[in-house]
């Protein structure tokens, strides 16, 4: 699912800021454990979240209602029900309603475009995820569209994913965000290095792609029609992994040193009639090549979770005040 689901938090009014000092991560490994730093985004999120409980309590006690999260699924997809059940309890966790909006997989996009509308409508409902893949049969740029631009806290609309090209302030596609932010907030250097992403979707790498320019570092585009990966990935200071493909870089690919940021979450059997979760890089054997990587699970996902809220809160309180402000009562 890395290809799913970002830089600087726009706030405004009582909107959640990021804090600027770095959370703890992983100390790096010593000579003895002989394994690398391993860039944990759960102590950040956790930092996000305390002060995310605080300001939607403070969001309800101003405008007298708690924003709900809307998140659209259609039909059933492993990677998916992982990601959006860890969304739902990061909601529950910091006192905001996230409401499960599920579709069967034969649903029309005509049919599916009127729940979304139905969902743009609804002045409880502050932000709206469609969660993707979506069935073959339904237009990817037809369903986007239909969200409402001010309600679109994932950054795939037209118009959010044109002001985050031209450095404008936006939704962010919060999983790109969360791949820099975690490199950032563990103190890696971005400017002047070779970084390298794997990925060219619409909602991780090339919106990754960008916030990492932001950031002044030399950036290559790799995906599925780039002959011989290895040769490029071997080049990167820094890795960014967004493809969907459980395993898809190994050790051998990587130059020594490397920092990683896996942002793959795919389910595969664990070889005792279970199931585990796996990132697209080969963590067995790229743990004796890099310096530093985030786990699978537990490295970006729950930062992109964290982050996706201080979202919704932004966009709860942008439609709040212009509410208010529409009916006179801007000083509530």
């Not at 944990?40 to 309800?60: H, N, Q, S, W």
């Not at 990601?83 to 309890?89: E, F, S, T």
């Not at 690919?253 to 896996?262: A, N, Q, R, T, Y």
Request: net charge negative.
């Amino acid at each position: 699912m890395s290809d799913r689901r970002d830089g600087t938090i726009v706030t405004t009014g009582l909107a959640a800021t990021v804090p600027t000092t770095p959370a703890p991560v992983a100390e790096t490994a010593t000579a003895a454990t002989a394994g690398p730093r391993l860039l944990a985004g759960g102590p950040i999120a956790a930092e996000i979240r305390a002060g995310l409980t605080a300001d939607f309590a403070a969001f309800k006690e101003r405008w007298g209602y708690v924003p709900t999260l809307a998140i659209v699924l259609v039909g059933a997809d492993a990677p998916s029900a992982v990601y959006l059940g860890q969304i739902l309890r990061t909601c529950e966790k910091v006192g905001v309603q996230g409401r499960l909006v599920e579709i069967g997989s034969d649903v029309t996009a005509d049919a599916l475009c009127n729940e979304i509308e139905s969902l743009n409508a609804d002045p409880a409902v502050a932000g709206i995820i469609v969660q993707m893949p979506l069935p073959a049969h339904v237009p990817l740029r037809t369903v986007i569209d239909s969200i409402d631009p001010a309600k679109d806290i994932d950054g795939i609309h037209p118009r959010n994913a044109g002001l985050l090209s031209l450095g404008y302030d936006g939704f962010l596609p919060a999983t790109a965000q969360a791949s820099v932010e975690i490199l950032k907030r563990s103190g890696i250097e971005i400017a002047g290095k070779r970084v390298v992403v794997v990925g060219r979707s619409n909602v991780v790498g090339k919106p990754a792609a960008l916030l990492l320019l932001r950031e002044h570092g030399t950036i290559s585009i790799l995906h599925s029609k780039t002959r011989d990966l290895g040769h490029y990935t071997r080049d990167a200071e820094i890795l960014i992994v967004a493809a969907g493909k459980p395993g898809l870089v190994t050790g051998e690919m990587l130059s020594p040193g490397v920092v990683v940021v896996d942002v793959g979450i795919n389910v595969v059997p664990d070889g005792h009639g279970a199931e585990r979760l796996v990132g697209d890089v080969d963590f067995e054997s790229a743990q004796g090549v890099v310096s530093a990587i985030t786990p699978v699970p537990g490295g970006v996902g729950p930062l992109t979770n964290a982050l996706l809220l201080t979202h919704l809160l932004r966009a709860a309180t942008d439609q709040a005040e212009r509410g208010a402000a529409t009916t006179g009562d801007a000083a509530r």
